[in-house]
């Protein structure tokens, strides 16, 4: 029966137990994040999967207490709540793997219950409780967003613990289709970004190369000092167009060089005290080079040229002093993965969203482009590689540029 | 225990609660406990429902009141539970209360009961 499961009992400092359930069972205080449980049904993982349970009414609580108890050993820590707020409390401050919902709390009622839950913690999956009778609302929870639901009355204390580890799987199921769609969307956006930028930056520079040619023909057949002048303001500012829409090319793949074999250890080396001058003297930098050579198929001005916006990017994020690492692996045969982390003020998920999109900037149009990491893209993606990027606000970020090794690069 | 326990077999099925909890007699007697503590909270509420007339709430109570009926395999009470709930129209005053009096009484019965249980056991 659903009412009546084993495990342990556990509960937080903000926990609102039931006065008629303290004392039952043991009660500890989560103190870890619960990462990586193996979820298959009957898994001895070493960390517990945190259950909430939100139910008002004592006795069916203890019902499943006492369940956990019995036959749930070290698998699970249970917290217990009779109240939606005091359950939602909980939500915030204790890292929850699965919900076990009563949708009738003395409070809200039905299938409000769930989307009030759903609304505060949109990816923490439900497991739906229902009494008798109510399998027609149990249906239209899982409708609306409830990974299972599970009759009272007739769920053995086995059910409920696979529902717990089904409910766990799919959420993470849905959770990656998710992240895969955004991903893929996002990728979709870039590619027509670069398709639009690429095409106007190639027009424009043909009309950059007529103003550059006619400002040098100026400045060299003018006698005029004025003229002089001018010409050689106009140059200066077409020499940074050219710069700018070289950026665009380069998001755009349309860049392209000249691909040969090169150790990326030896890239890096060469352009060390260049990188030095970039990142700034107050910053601590670290060099870490994977100790077989990183042979890639490569451009390497364009390498070079991604390396220095990737540390450029982490001296802004890192501000007026902080460490910033480069660092060199081959993870496989396949191919070699360049790192530039920091620990600076890290990135917001909106933000991670976009720094890839050319001209967004977060320090403003007027002080920087926006144009250096949509380069880096460009750059991985004519290279057949891939960027990825872990960021935490207040921790720093990890640019990971994974490149093809030569052999498999010339193969493409 | 035997099935054949006079009062409490007619109003609560506990061997079948006991098997349920795998024959675990200290479990039972703990809920039953609960129970006798929980059981004036449950009346008071069906009584406030009733006298304040608000039927979304009396079902509501009655709901949660089924639900530990069942646990305890309390036939009656579950039914005068489920009678209570699923009634459509509370127009008339005295059916609500008649319901929830027959309810009330079943309850007093479950608490009886169970307190015989705890004596015996």
Not at chain 1, 14 to 27: D, E, K, M, T, V
Not at chain 1, 353 to 369: C, K, M, N, Q, S
């Amino acid at each position: 029966m659903a009412k009546c499961l084993s495990g342990v009992e556990t509960a937080g400092p903000l926990l609102s137990i039931p006065s008629q359930l303290q004392g039952f069972g043991r009660l500890v205080a989560p103190s870890h994040r619960v990462m990586g449980y193996d979820t298959r049904p009957g898994s001895t993982g070493t960390s517990p999967i945190q259950v909430l349970l939100i139910e008002d009414n004592v006795i069916d609580a203890r019902f499943l207490s006492a369940d956990f108890q019995k036959r749930g050993e070290s698998r699970f820590s249970l917290h217990i709540t009779h109240r939606l707020d005091a359950g939602l409390q909980v939500l915030r401050t204790t890292p929850i793997d699965v919900i076990l919902l009563d949708l009738f709390l003395e409070e809200i009622y039905g299938l409000d219950t769930l989307s009030a839950v759903r609304i505060a913690f949109p990816d923490t999956p439900v497991v739906v409780l229902t009494g008798l009778n109510d399998e027609a609302l149990a249906l239209q929870s899982l409708k609306h967003g409830a990974q299972d639901y599970l009759l009272k009355t007739s769920a053995d204390s086995d059910r409920l613990f696979r529902a717990i580890y089904y409910a766990i799987e799919r959420k993470q199921v849905e959770l990656d289709k998710r992240s895969l769609e955004e991903r893929s969307l996002q990728m979709q956006k870039l590619e027509a970004l670069g398709t639009l930028a690429g095409g106007v930056a190639h027009n424009f520079n043909n009309m950059l190369m007529a103003i550059m040619g006619h400002s040098y023909l100026l400045t060299e057949t003018s006698a005029d000092e004025d003229i002089q002048k001018h010409a050689v303001a106009i140059k200066k500012a077409a020499d940074r167009a050219s710069a700018l829409t070289r950026q665009l090319l380069m998001f755009s793949h349309r860049e392209t060089g000249r691909l040969v074999p090169v150790n990326l250890n030896d890239i890096l080396r060469d352009t060390e005290e260049l990188i030095r001058s970039v990142a700034g003297q107050r910053s601590l930098l670290s060099f870490a080079y994977a100790q077989q050579p990183a042979l890639i198929q490569a451009d390497p001005i364009q390498i070079q040229h991604m390396i220095m916006s990737l540390v450029l990017n982490a001296r802004e994020a890192i501000g007026p002093a902080g460490c910033i690492t480069i660092r060199t692996e081959i993870p496989e045969s396949r191919s070699v993965r360049l790192t530039v982390s920091d620990d600076g003020c890290g990135m917001s998920p909106e933000t991670r969203r976009h720094i890839f999109e050319p001209f967004y900037t977060t320090r403003g149009l007027a002080v920087a482009a926006g144009l250096g990491l949509s380069a880096v893209y460009g750059i991985v993606k004519q290279h057949g590689g891939t960027i990825d990027v872990d960021s935490e606000i207040g921790k720093g970020s990890s640019f990971m540029v994974t490149i093809p090794t030569a052999s498999i690069a010339r193969a493409i | 225990m035997k099935s054949e326990d006079g009062l409490l077999s007619r109003i609560a099925d506990l061997e079948l609660v006991l098997g349920r909890l795998d024959g675990d007699l200290e479990l039972l007697r703990e809920l039953a406990t609960l129970y006798i503590v929980e059981y004036p909270n449950q009346v008071q509420d069906l009584l406030d429902a009733v006298s304040g007339g608000d039927a979304d709430k009396i079902r509501r109570v009655a709901h949660k009141i089924k639900g530990t009926a069942w646990s305890f395999a309390a036939g009656p009470a579950t039914d005068a539970a489920r009678t209570l709930e699923e009634t459509k129209d509370f127009t008339d005053g005295r059916d609500a209360s008649e319901l929830a009096g027959r309810l009330s009484q079943e309850l007093g019965r479950l608490r009886l009961a169970l307190e015989e249980f705890l004596a015996r056991t």
